[in-house]
């Protein structure tokens, strides 16, 4: 966890997955950086859905620049920008260790793998020897907490909420201005959108008494 935590702090504030083989290494890895002052979220099948869904909207909007997840993560997800890719745990195969590593360097975009390996740990036949070791500095600082927070809305599509509806909404009754709001996700019964942190607490308070679309609905940063 040392070593998971000073590459994190050497790779600052880029967007990163940290693969775990097990659903409770990923909680216990996600307590354990905690604890370490990195702020991250976590994503497994044990979850309740709006529990994955809050935590892959605030892994995309950049709320969180850490996703901590199991091989579910490592198929069928759409995030751009990924920038490492961080094996925790070996993969016990090599089609889960390459599906791993698909999630960064799409569309043209560059990318890097890191693995850690303990001192009596064997690297499996399928990964060839042009690794390279990847020297951690011993000095190091925590990366700046992201710029984002996210706030959640019990409304969405099948109440006829859309995005342009909750970007009237927060710039009308919130008073934010455009760079203040960020990406936009809208599920079928809640919406997640991307605010600039120094902004939500205000923003809150303000549209607390307020209606989307003549209903008033439950807003709250998602945890």
């Given at each position: 966890?040392?070593?998971l935590?000073k590459?994190?702090c050497?790779l600052?504030d880029?967007?990163s997955?940290?693969?775990?083989n097990?659903r409770d290494a990923v909680?216990r890895t996600?307590?354990?950086?905690?604890e370490?002052g990195i702020?991250?979220v976590?994503?497994?099948g044990g979850m309740?859905?709006?529990?994955?869904?809050?935590?892959?909207?605030?892994?995309?909007n950049?709320?969180?620049?850490?996703?901590i997840t199991?091989?579910?993560?490592?198929?069928?997800?759409?995030?751009?920008?990924i920038?490492?890719?961080?094996?925790?745990?070996?993969?016990?195969?090599e089609?889960?260790?390459t599906?791993?590593?698909g999630?960064t360097a799409?569309?043209?975009?560059?990318?890097s793998?890191?693995?850690?390996?303990?001192p009596d740990e064997?690297l499996?036949?399928?990964?060839?020897?042009n690794a390279?070791?990847?020297?951690?500095?011993?000095d190091f600082?925590?990366?700046?907490k992201?710029?984002?927070s996210?706030?959640?809305?019990?409304?969405?599509?099948?109440?006829?909420v859309?995005?342009?509806?909750?970007?009237?909404?927060l710039s009308?009754?919130?008073?934010?201005?455009?760079?203040?709001?960020g990406?936009?996700?809208?599920?079928?019964?809640s919406?997640?959108?991307?605010?600039?942190?120094?902004?939500?607490?205000?923003?809150?308070?303000t549209?607390?008494?307020?209606k989307?679309?003549n209903?008033k609905?439950?807003?709250?940063?998602?945890?």
């Amino acid at each position: 966890i040392d070593t998971l935590f000073k590459l994190i702090c050497a790779l600052k504030d880029t967007s990163s997955i940290v693969f775990c083989n097990h659903r409770d290494a990923v909680e216990r890895t996600q307590q354990l950086l905690h604890e370490k002052g990195i702020y991250s979220v976590f994503y497994h099948g044990g979850m309740e859905q709006i529990d994955r869904e809050t935590a892959l909207c605030k892994f995309k909007n950049g709320t969180s620049n850490i996703l901590i997840t199991t091989d579910l993560a490592s198929r069928g997800l759409d995030i751009p920008n990924i920038r490492s890719v961080i094996h925790y745990h070996i993969p016990h195969a090599e089609d889960a260790f390459t599906h791993r590593n698909g999630r960064t360097a799409r569309m043209d975009a560059s990318g890097s793998v890191y693995i850690i390996k303990a001192p009596d740990e064997t690297l499996p036949d399928y990964i060839t020897n042009n690794a390279e070791p990847f020297e951690l500095s011993v000095d190091f600082e925590l990366p700046q907490k992201p710029n984002w927070s996210t706030l959640f809305t019990a409304a969405g599509k099948k109440d006829k909420v859309n995005k342009i509806d909750i970007v009237g909404f927060l710039s009308q009754r919130g008073k934010l201005k455009k760079d203040d709001i960020g990406l936009i996700e809208v599920k079928d019964f809640s919406s997640f959108v991307a605010i600039r942190r120094s902004k939500i607490g205000a923003v809150l308070e303000t549209v607390k008494n307020e209606k989307i679309k003549n209903k008033k609905v439950k807003m709250a940063i998602a945890k």
